[in-house]
């Protein structure tokens, strides 16, 4: 029987694929990734760096982006912590690369140079204290940071329910500091996200569907935004709508290409944000 993909390993593999070549962007991202999802192990006089991803391809991206972005190297872990052999692509006999999400993922391991990268993402002081929250300049700098910021925290900790009446997009966050700086954040792109604690773990969350497309398509999410949602029937409504279209379809007047992609309103081709919120258009 095939196993039917969940909104949120949807939205992961296309976070995954976002061409992002502004360098603050990338940078954005991998704090969001290394805060929401990195533990720092100090090990016998140094810093260890690991962080859990859902997939191999967060893993390889976040791989990808610590060299490029930092210099720094780091190891690739499959689900039974070998090694995994990112050049071939193969994956270890006995382990799957199938997109997941959770404890059961892979994992990046930063052995060399883990406290300087602390350091200079913002997420420990010069003294080694750890930051409960997030670089606060990150939170109020550009906007384009503040949506790689999203999409970094996404790609660890993201969830995605729906859609219908109960769609509620989810980051699980480390502290409540990190919550309410995701917020923040996401204040600075029109979108009213919430923080709650669940069973003692603090969320940042947001159910308005019109809020969960804004967010998405400021991480860069554009395929799933076009192809997945299709609201439940109303009465008087024949056609299935896409995501988003539902609140849209009652303001008349109102094309499809005009459908705000960032917090000014800007429709997606004529948004003036760095690069689109960074990210690339051939993406
Ligand atoms: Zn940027």
């Known amino acids: 029987m095939t196993r039917q993909v969940s909104a949120t390993e949807r939205v992961l593999a296309e976070l995954t694929g976002v061409r992002v070549t502004a360098w603050c962007c990338r940078r954005a991202e991998l704090v ?15 810093v260890v760096v690991l962080v859990t991803v859902g997939s191999l391809a967060a893993a390889v991206r976040v791989q990808r982006g610590l060299y490029e ?3 720094c190297r780091a190891d690739v872990l499959g689900p039974d912590s070998r090694p995994f052999q990112v050049d071939t692509g193969a994956p270890p006999r006995g ?3 199938a997109v997941g999400h ?8 930063i052995t060399t140079g883990g406290g300087e990268l602390a350091r200079r993402t913002g997420l420990t ?7 409960r929250g997030v670089p606060p300049q990150l939170v109020a700098g550009r906007v384009c940071d ?3 910021l999203w999409r970094g925290a996404f790609l660890t900790q993201g969830g995605l329910s729906g859609p219908g009446r109960k769609a509620e997009l989810t980051v699980t966050c480390p502290t409540a500091e990190a919550a309410l700086a995701l917020v923040g954040a996401a204040r600075r792109l029109g979108v009213p996200v919430r923080s709650k604690e669940l069973r003692g773990q603090p969320q940042a969350f947001v159910r308005d569907l019109d809020a969960i497309n804004t967010l998405l398509s400021a991480m860069g999410v554009r395929e799933m935004l076009t192809r997945w949602y299709q609201p439940p029937a109303r009465a008087g409504v024949a056609t299935v709508e896409a995501f988003g279209e539902s609140n849209l379809a009652s303001r008349p007047g109102r094309r499809r290409a005009d459908r705000p992609c960032c917090p000014k309103g800007h429709g997606t081709t004529s948004c003036p944000a760095a690069g689109h919120h960074g990210i690339a258009s051939s993406a």
């Open 146 to 148: 503040v949506a790689a």
């Open 102 to 109: 959770g404890s059961g993922g892979h994992r990046v391991l």
């Open 69 to 71: 972005v930092y210099g």
């Open 95 to 97: 382990t799957t690369a």
């Open 32 to 46: 969001g990734v290394l805060r929401f999802a990195g533990q720092l192990h100090p090990m016998g006089g140094r």
């Open 125 to 131: 002081d010069c003294a080694g204290r750890g930051l």
